[in-house]
């Protein structure tokens, strides 16, 4: 019997241990931390390169930009060359951006490094739904995705109070040297154990049946576009978590960074508590009843906080975690994308979707930096302005929802 690369068979139970599957979960790790550690070390970044507020709109909204612009190359290069070798050079561009932030000074170098990191982390989500989905969307699959995810979810934790504590004691300098050592072993993890374009399973290795019908006829592929919206706003509530919770925080509340970073902390546990819970819930719920019930509270969220920003900061923190939670919706959209898609175009179109997620935040980060310019000069509130924020973020996730209401309600399997 032999091994498929990146899969070793344990004998005793029959069972297969995906190393490949295991790379890329650590590389979503630190690609969820590369989203989040912004928030948590905001004023750091902002007092070290000296940036205006739309400056830091442009820093925190790099990332996301060109993470969103490259899926579909990258999903492109996918289904033309394999996961591996895409993901590790575009690994090794994210390795060599988070050096350059932890050493420069100059702030439009700084920016364009953050692209740099969002160019490396493009190919890593996208890399773990073309591993698993590229024979099928079945249970197994659908479990092997979220799981994952919700694993990839602690990225966001240690980008919380663990980073908070340590730029309080060393820096934030010294912990993006540290992350960058990591995207380079990540980066050889890749290299070592994803399988090649050209490797076929072994018949030894249990696989998903392809889903059943997947080749796209023009009635199922009009169901691509109830996706789209639901994909441009799932994340538009997470920026919150990523970068802009952390000045509101800040402004609203007065948190420190100790503060900022326990509240992170708390919307971290929260949102890895969501993305466990998934896997459980999709045995008694359809994807799409479970994206449908979180996008509905994302908005609820979203109105709170519009309504009363500067009414309590439980309440608030409680919000953005329900606002980051509807994230954890991003693998079941995926997986009903699957039953739609055809498998030589897999890569294709996950990428296309998967841009319009990350356009979303992009766009949201710098719309709500020109918010921010322009509420500075014309001397609105704190509390003001973080409300117009909340509401532009409802607006997306309203219209997502509607969308997504008549979109296919079960992935054939």
């Not at 032999?2 to 190393?19: E, F, H, K, M, Q």
């Not at 990258?74 to 033309?80: A, C, I, L, Q």
């Not at 240690?158 to 992350?179: D, E, V």
Request: positive net charge; glycine residues 10%; aromatic residues 10%.
């Amino acid at each position: 019997m032999t091994d498929v690369p990146g899969i070793s068979l344990d004998r005793a139970s029959g069972r297969s241990i995906d190393y490949g599957l295991w790379a890329l979960t650590f590389s979503y790790v630190l690609s969820q931390f590369y989203r989040s550690y912004v928030a948590v070390i905001s004023t750091q970044l902002i007092g070290d390169f000296h940036f205006t507020p739309q400056m830091f709109g442009w820093f925190s909204g790099a990332f996301f930009l060109v993470f969103a612009a490259a899926q579909i190359p990258v999903g492109f290069m996918f289904d033309r060359y394999g996961v591996r070798y895409p993901t590790a050079v575009l690994m090794s561009v994210g390795t060599l951006s988070a050096g350059i932030v932890s050493v420069t000074t100059d702030p439009r170098l700084a920016i364009i490094a953050q692209a740099g990191i969002g160019l490396g982390c493009a190919p890593v989500f996208m890399g773990l739904l073309n591993h698993v989905l590229r024979h099928g969307a079945g249970p197994r699959d659908v479990r092997s995705i979220t799981t994952a995810s919700a694993i990839g979810m602690s990225g966001g934790l240690l980008a919380a109070f663990p980073l908070s504590w340590a730029t309080a004691n060393f820096g934030w300098r010294p912990i993006m040297a540290l992350s960058a050592m990591l995207m380079l072993l990540a980066t050889l993890g890749v290299v070592f154990f994803v399988r090649r374009r050209d490797e076929k399973p072994s018949p030894d290795v249990p696989q998903s049946q392809p889903s059943a019908g997947a080749v796209i006829t023009p009635a199922r592929t009009s169901g691509l576009w109830t996706l789209m919206p639901v994909c441009l706003a799932m994340s538009v509530g997470g920026t919150f978590r990523t970068s802009w919770g952390g000045p509101y925080l800040a402004d609203v509340f007065g948190f420190d960074v100790i503060a900022r970073g326990n509240a992170m902390t708390v919307t971290s546990i929260a949102g890895i508590g969501a993305s466990f819970c998934i896997p459980v819930l999709i045995r008694r719920w359809s994807p799409k009843q479970l994206s449908l019930c979180w996008q509905v509270t994302g908005v609820f969220a979203a109105l709170v906080l519009a309504a009363m920003p500067q009414r309590s900061p439980v309440i608030s923190i409680a919000a953005i975690c329900l606002l980051l939670s509807v994230g954890c919706i991003h693998p079941l959209v995926m997986s009903q994308a699957r039953a739609i898609i055809a498998p030589g175009k897999l890569g294709l179109g996950l990428g296309l979707l998967n841009s319009l997620v990350f356009l979303g935040v992009a766009l949201a980060s710098s719309i709500f930096g020109s918010i921010a310019e322009e509420a500075r000069l014309t001397g609105v509130s704190n509390a003001d302005l973080y409300s117009r924020l909340f509401v532009v973020t409802a607006v997306p996730l309203t219209v997502g929802a509607l969308a997504y209401w008549f979109s296919p309600g079960r992935a054939r399997r």
